[in-house]
């Protein structure tokens, strides 16, 4: 059996209420549940959140509810953590009828842009490679380079994130965004995993552990999650190109 786990939470303080905020006239968690409902390989969604609202969401979209509990759902709570949990609570479920999981697919409220398609690619991919820990989606953003990235000093002044020396010979650096080669970003908007990685969390890739270690990219544009107001355009131009019109 192929689950899907969709994660959410009350609480935002850079964006609050990011979750349920319109978008195309539909909640912005409506969306990635649309994407699980589509797809062909998937046997049932569930969502964990401490939100009345998006339990509503979820419910009205055909999800299995379980509550968050409250140390899962504040601020300084860890997204895997989350995942094992509900992980933990389908799996109790689903062996108690009799199944096994094949597969979790793994979502987030607040990333919006996958389709059903890209669902399937990446179950298929670990059908298709048995030793693929999990199927991700990427986007490709070479403005956001490492050898770009910044830090402020002590002194109020800019400097490297990231020694240059890590990307070799300083001297052959420049600042063409596509000098480095392309720079691939997890974009929070799918994660296909085998039961393993969960189960193995200690294991897995930083920062995002629940991936394992052998990590598939499945390759899109334009993808995030929202965390920002200011993102919500951008989310929507993706939907409009991907062929979601507005709720009528």
Known sequence: MICALLLGREGSTAFPKKNVYPVLGRPLAAYPLMAAAGAASIDRTYVSTDS?????????????IIDRPPHLASKTALGE??????????????????????????LFAN??????ALIDQGVEA???????DSAVSVSCYNMWSPLRARTIGDDGL?????????FGDPATLNCDRDSQGDVWFA???????????????????????WMG????????????????????PQVEHWLRAHGIEPAA
């Open 81 to 106: 953590d989350a995942y094992l949990h509900g992980y933990q609570v389908i799996r109790e479920q689903v062996e108690s009828e009799g199944h096994q999981i094949e597969l979790m697919v793994l």
């Open 158 to 166: 800019l400097k490297p994130f990231v020694p240059f020396e890590t």
């Open 213 to 232: 270690q052998k990590i598939y990219p499945l390759k899109q544009w334009g993808g995030l999650d929202v965390d920002y107001e200011w993102q919500i």
């Open 187 to 209: 974009d929070m908007g799918l994660s296909v995993v085998r039961p393993r990685c969960l189960e193995e969390l200690h294991a897995g890739l930083l920062p995002q552990k």
């Open 52 to 64: 009345t609202a998006l339990k509503g969401i979820g419910v009205e979209h055909g999800a299995r």
């Open 111 to 116: 990333a919006a842009t996958l389709t059903s």
């Open 126 to 132: 670990l059908r298709c490679h048995p030793h693929y």
